[in-house]
């Protein structure tokens, strides 16, 4: 059975061999070159094995391009021996290393968690209704259905609730009153935050009326002490 062998040579780099076993004799199959650093030892090392392997043997194509994996140079032997040979290593077997990691899936999570906390610090998780949070970080990150939010959740590296639970929850903001605690938060955070003598805000996508292709937007004025 062949494998791949590592050598010191007399120059101070590794070759990389093919060898097997005849008769119990070592044979050099195929001497593959020297390699004088660890990048390009781990490319000899990688093309030697892509040699043994059974062209016979199909693989699945998941996408992924395999990525060389370093080793180590084989190190001068400190006392030379009769029958020593430092590129064995339990009758020609290479210990393996880990490879290179490679990335696999990306997610937006600080996005999620920058998110989350400006959502908390300004009070909101009065609420106690983190799928009704998950609901509010999705529509600031990408606006979309229901059916959609799911998606957009996942992106966010977080395991979205099913759409019947969105649903329900969307149902419990009017039931239990989101608005008033959301509402009376943000009142809280801007009296804490600085001297508020007059609040405007315009509601106009809520209370526009058209009557005869005319607009009338109502936008209330409420001073503040």
């Known amino acids: 059975m062949a494998w791949v062998r ?27 070159g020297s390699a004088h650093t660890e990048a390009e030892l781990g490319l000899l090392l990688e093309h030697a094995r892509g040699m043994l392997l059974d062209a016979g043997q199909d693989e699945f194509d998941l996408g992924l391009e395999a990525a060389p994996r370093k080793a180590r140079m084989v190190a001068p ?45 300004l009070g909101f998780a009065v609420v106690e209704d983190e799928t009704f949070r998950d609901l509010v970080i999705a529509r600031i ?21 099913s759409e019947k639970t969105m649903r329900r929850t969307l149902s419990r903001c009017a039931g239990r009153g989101y608005r008033d605690l959301i509402a009376a938060a943000c009142f809280n955070h801007a009296v804490t935050r600085g001297d508020v003598s007059l609040c405007l805000y315009d509601v106009t996508t809520l209370l526009c009326r058209r009557r005869h292709n005319k607009v009338y937007a109502d936008l209330p004025v409420m001073p503040m002490s």
């Open 141 to 161: 990150v990408e606006p979309t259905s229901i059916l959609d939010t799911g998606r957009v959740l996942s992106d966010l590296g977080q395991r979205p609730a």
């Open 6 to 32: 590592r050598v010191r040579t007399a120059s101070g780099a590794t070759a990389v061999q093919i060898a097997e076993y005849v008769d119990g004799r070592r044979r050099i199959v195929a001497h593959l």
């Open 77 to 121: 032997t400190a006392v030379p021996a009769l029958f020593a040979d430092p590129g064995l290593t339990g009758r020609g077997v290479e210990q393996p290393r880990v490879a290179a990691p490679q990335v696999i899936g990306t997610s937006s999570l600080l996005l999620y968690e920058v998110l989350a906390e400006v959502y908390s610090g």
